[in-house]
T-cell receptor, first 115, second 113 residues
Framework: GAGVSQSPSNKVTEKGKDVELRCDPI?????LYWYRQSLGQGLEFLIY????????KSGLPSDRFSAERTGGSVSTLTIQRTQQEDSAVYLC?????????????FGPGTRLTVL | DQQVKQNSPSLSVQEGRISILNCDYT??????FLWYKKYPAEGPTFLIS?????DKNEDGRFTVFLNKSAKHLSLHIVPSQPGDSAVYFC????????????FGQGTELSVKP
């Protein structure tokens, strides 16, 4: 079966522009997580969804970051007025249900470069 | 503050020998720990996990040890194989946090033939 997919795989943008990153989770997975990995760092939690609701947005770095999930499936992470420090690999993961005991399956990530 | 730390950025091991990857944490509320493996240009894949009520979990060549008093866990790979060369991330979670994972910085393992 299909795994988690993310698009685009690479995105280069200019400082100040808005970007949208998309995540298609595994069909039937109710929980969806966004993480990012900056250069030389571990994965940093951003936000998670249970269905279409986001019980925990605590990892979003600023109000320039937002995310939504529709139909309990696709999720979009939007970064407004991008800054150079937003450059990172953005990873999406999904699991059957929320909770750490449910394995999270990761997509390949979107590499964002802000010039 | 870094709640999960992997202090060794890299490790090189000879094929057939043991690889030991270490991880320390500071949050005593963590009750579930995981190791993920990551190849370049791919997302991390789950490797093995351990609940805080246990001190050891084994799966084939992979064993994870948890020392709660020291807030330390380690991943042992025996015997190491060239295909094990990857970046290994330690992660931790609290029970009521919805599955939110806190990751370490990763350790790049290189297994030499």
């Amino acid at each position: 079966g299909a795994g988690v997919s993310q698009s685009p795989s690479n995105k280069v943008t200019e400082k100040g522009k808005d970007v949208e990153l998309r995540c298609d989770p595994i069909s039937g997975h109710t929980a969806l997580y966004w993480y990012r990995q900056s250069l030389g760092q571990g994965l940093e939690f951003l936000i998670y969804f249970q269905g279409n609701s986001a019980p925990d947005k605590s990892g979003l770095p600023s109000d320039r970051f937002s995310a939504e999930r529709t139909g309990g499936s696709v999720s979009t992470l939007t970064i407004q007025r991008t800054q150079q420090e937003d450059s990172a690999v953005y990873l999406c993961a999904s699991s059957l249900q929320r909770g750490a005991y449910n394995e999270q399956f990761f997509g390949p990530g979107t590499r964002l470069t802000v010039l | 503050d870094q709640q999960v730390k992997q202090n060794s950025p890299s490790l090189s091991v000879q094929e057939g020998r043991i690889s030991i990857l270490n991880c320390d944490y500071t949050n005593s509320m963590f009750d579930y720990f995981l190791w993920y493996k990551k190849y370049p240009a791919e997302g991390p894949t789950f490797l093995i996990s351990i609940s805080s009520i246990k001190d050891k979990n084994e799966d084939g060549r992979f064993t994870v040890f948890l020392n709660k008093s020291a807030k330390h866990l380690s991943l042992h790979i025996v015997p190491s194989q060239p295909g094990d060369s990857a970046v290994y991330f330690c992660a931790a979670s609290e029970d009521n946090q919805g599955g939110k994972l806190i990751f370490g910085q990763g350790t790049e393992l290189s297994v030499k033939p």
